[in-house]
């Protein structure tokens, strides 16, 4: 469990489509009609969690992201070239002494203005975000927002990870961005459980496959959770039990589900569904209090 209580569960899978927010919004409902529940949206690119909930209003505390980029002051500067060397992430070019610097590409570090001899480096805010949040009917939503034309999603995923670990909610429902790259590894990072969702196909188990040796590097027990089930024919329940990985959690594919999936509207006037997201988010939660599961 993580600080103070809170138990915080990532909804991730390996592609996009399997259902993940879907399946992410109505674990938070859930959650919410018994304890304290947070649905922090990490999909910062396309953030969309709280679309689930027509009724949600901005609480009016829209926070802006950002990081401090280097700005060279040209007097002072020798051409020395130490600060490029000092930027692991290529945001500086030394080239016969003329430094570009790509404000675009930094992450905000510091080093080449540690490096920098002559501190001819200012350091200036450069927004790359936000995070806002929202009402709906008892459940907190905090939604993380890249800036148009912005690449660093992984500063946004971390500034709003940091204000949800601060509202104190005793449930955190993490949507993250689907795939395995820098994005998700970030979002699945400090959870206590993940629930990977998959679909019932061939591309679906690939990727799936993945995002399980993801789960298990970051060290995060995970369940699976199967989605549309009956759609394809892939067999996903047979692969959970080769990697020796819990099945948590079937939905079976309906028309109806997949029609209120893709206009983001709730499965929740549906009583079957209750039921199976009630018994998912138990299993999620006892297996991030047992830390069992995965590992
Ligand atoms: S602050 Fe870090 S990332 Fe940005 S230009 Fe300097 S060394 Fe590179
Ligand atoms: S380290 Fe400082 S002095 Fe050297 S090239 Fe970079 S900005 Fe100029």
């Not at 990985?245 to 209750?274: H, L, M, T, Y």
Request: proline share 4%.
């Amino acid at each position: 469990m993580s600080d103070a209580g809170t138990t915080v569960i990532a909804v991730a899978s390996g592609k996009g489509g399997t259902g993940k927010t879907t399946v992410a919004a109505h674990l938070a409902i859930a959650g919410a009609r018994g304890r304290p529940t947070m649905l922090v949206d990490l999909d910062v690119e396309a953030p969309d969690a709280s679309g689930y909930f027509k009724g949600a209003g901005r609480s009016g505390d829209a926070s802006e992201v950002s990081v401090l980029v280097p700005r060279l002051v040209e007097a002072r500067c020798t051409g020395c070239g130490l600060c490029a060397k000092a930027c692991r992430f290529g945001a500086i070019l030394a080239i016969g002494g003329v430094i570009t610097i790509d404000p675009k590409v930094c992450k905000g570090c510091g080093a080449c203005v540690n490096a920098c001899p002559a501190a001819a480096l200012e350091e200036i805010p450069m927004t790359v975000g936000q995070t806002s949040s929202f009402d709906a009917d008892g459940l907190a939503i905090l939604e993380g927002r890249m800036a148009i034309g912005d690449i660093r999603s992984t500063v946004v995923i971390e500034a709003a990870k940091k204000r949800a670990a601060e509202s104190g909610a005793a449930l955190q429902i993490r949507d993250c961005p689907p795939g395995v790259s820098c994005p998700a590894t970030h979002a699945i990072e400090g959870a206590d459980y993940v629930v990977l969702v998959a679909e019932p196909t061939e591309f679906s188990i690939h990727d799936l496959g993945a995002a399980v040796r993801l789960a298990r590097g970051r060290g995060v027990p995970a369940g699976v959770v199967i989605n549309k089930e009956g759609f394809g024919d892939a067999d996903i329940a047979g692969f959970c039990e080769r990697e020796g990985i819990p099945v948590i959690g079937r939905i079976a594919f309906k028309r109806e589900r997949a029609a209120s999936g893709a206009a983001a509207e709730p499965w929740s006037d549906d009583a079957a569904i209750s039921g199976e997201i009630d018994a998912i988010l138990a299993l999620a939660a006892d297996g991030a209090r047992t830390d069992g599961g995965l590992r």
